[in-house]
Nanobody, 122 residues
Framework: QVQLQESGPGLLKPSQTLSLTCTVS??????????WSWIRQPPGKGLEWMGA???????HYSPSLKSRTSISRDTSKNQFTLQLSSVTPEDTAVYYC??????????????WGQGTQVTVSS
C-alpha cells in the first residue's frame, strides 16, 4: 500500500518561505506514469492544486502560484518537497501531498497524505 506523509513547520511569519516534505512509502516516486502533487485547502474553501513533479522529474505549477512555488525531489530518500516563498496569511491552509494518475480527460488522485496545517501569522 502506498502511503504519503507531509512534514514541515506548522507556523510561519509573513515573508518567510514554506518548506514541506512528502515522504512516500510502498512505491517509488520514479515509477512510470505517476505524478506527485501538492494540494492545499484554506479554511472554509475548496481544494487548490499547487503543482506536481512527474516520475521523470519534470515539474508543473498552477499559474497563480508558479512565481512563488518550487517542487523538487530526492529520489534516494523517496521524498518530494514543496517550497512556497513570500508567504502571507492568505497561504494559511491544510497542505496535502498526493499521488496522481492521468488519463483521457481526468486526473485520478489515488493516494493522499493526511495533510498538515500551516498557519501564517505575525
Amino acid at each position: 500500500q502506498v502511503q504519503l506523509q507531509e512534514s514541515g513547520p506548522g507556523l510561519l511569519k509573513p515573508s518567510q518561505t514554506l518548506s514541506l516534505t512528502c515522504t512516500v512509502s510502498g512505491g517509488s516516486i520514479t515509477t512510470t506514469v505517476y505524478y506527485w502533487s501538492w494540494i492545499r485547502q484554506p479554511p472554509g474553501k475548496g481544494l487548490e492544486w499547487m503543482g506536481a513533479i512527474a516520475y521523470s522529474g519534470s515539474t508543473h505549477y498552477s499559474p497563480s502560484l508558479k512565481s512563488r512555488t518550487s517542487i523538487s525531489r530526492d529520489t534516494s530518500k523517496n521524498q518530494f518537497t514543496l517550497q512556497l516563498s513570500s508567504v502571507t496569511p492568505e497561504d494559511t491552509a491544510v497542505y496535502y501531498c498526493a499521488r496522481v494518475r492521468t488519463g483521457w480527460g481526468f486526473y485520478e488522485y489515488e493516494y493522499w497524505g493526511q495533510g498538515t496545517q500551516v498557519t501564517v501569522s505575525s
